[in-house]
């Protein structure tokens, strides 16, 4: 037998949610608990709706402070107004409303942006160090690393010099590697191509081209 319509509810009419994850009858079950008079009998119901909660998201059962979060949730469906004993402090609703503090961006406008941010704060780290093969080690990978960077910028080629000057410049005339060798810019421009998307295409259709072809 259909119910009655004026029976129906419409989710236009109804609360809104305020953990949707749950769901509506999980809610009603909360609300019930709020309005139940007896201390007692309201602390049983707790109880069991954290049961229930639990067995609902068996994938937290591993995850530290578990029953806390799971108190802390019912005390939010219920807007604060359940009454009961938890074994867990309980969270103020003016902690949770708290926005939190924006976080600083690094407002940082690099002369030469291809090489990013990264590079200067390695540079930073290598003139701290104290002269030796390992920070003659770090100055000519920074180095390398500022070629390629360089080459990626849409550049098709650049003399070691220019990656040279760049670097004594950023690091305030503290490393200078002059008359030093870097990686030949083709092998940079090599690697790039052989990563390229439209190559490994390329070398996949090849693949399948072979693909059943007797070999003698």
């Not at 802390?72 to 003016?94: C, H, Y």
Request: hydrophobic share 30%; glycine share 6%; net charge positive.
């Amino acid at each position: 037998m259909n119910p009655p319509v004026e029976n129906l509810e419409y989710n236009t009419e109804r609360s809104k949610l305020i953990i949707p994850e749950y769901g509506r009858h999980f809610q009603k079950m909360v609300d019930y608990a709020v309005s139940i008079e007896d201390e007692e009998e309201r602390n049983r119901i707790a109880q069991a709706i954290i049961s229930v909660m639990g067995n609902i998201q068996p994938h937290l059962r591993d995850v530290p402070d578990f029953q806390h979060k799971l108190w802390d949730q019912l005390f939010i469906m219920s807007d604060f107004k359940l009454d009961v004993k938890s074994p867990f402090p309980i969270t103020s609703k003016e902690i949770l409303q708290q926005r939190p503090e924006p976080l600083g961006y690094p407002q940082n406008h690099p002369k030469y942006r291809f090489y990013g941010n990264n590079i200067k704060r390695m540079i930073d780290v290598a003139v701290k160090w104290e002269k030796g093969d390992m920070r003659d080690g770090l100055e000519y990978a920074i180095a390398n690393h500022m070629k390629k960077c360089y080459l990626n910028w849409n550049k098709d080629t650049v003399d070691d010099k220019a990656i040279f000057d760049h670097l004594y410049e950023l690091s305030d005339g503290q490393i200078d590697l002059t008359g030093e060798n870097l990686t030949d810019s083709g092998q940079f421009l090599k690697n790039k191509v052989s990563k390229s998307p439209r190559n490994s295409g390329k070398k996949n259709q090849r693949n399948n081209n072979n693909r059943g072809k007797k070999r003698y």
